[in-house]
């Protein structure tokens, strides 16, 4: 269990990592806000794990269209 837990979060370091190789873009930006945010709201307002899930997904959405206009 714990090796699958390190392996993971290996996994998960190194996408990040390759994730930074540029500066983001103003989309990707608005896009990880919105989601940090809409996720936040939709717990706050439904509660539970499907409201954090849509909210966090609706977000990203609106967050990457924002992004996209600057």
Do not use: D, F, R, Y
């Not at 989309?27 to 717990?43: E, H, P």
């Amino acid at each position: 269990m714990t090796t699958k837990v390190l392996l993971s979060v290996a996994a998960a370091a190194l996408i990040a990592l390759a994730g930074c190789s540029t500066p983001p873009t103003n989309a990707q930006i608005g896009t990880g806000v919105g989601a940090v945010a809409g996720g936040v709201i939709g717990n706050a307002v439904l509660g539970g794990p499907v409201g954090t899930l849509g909210g966090a997904a609706a977000g990203a959405l609106i967050g990457n269209e924002v992004g996209k206009k600057k």
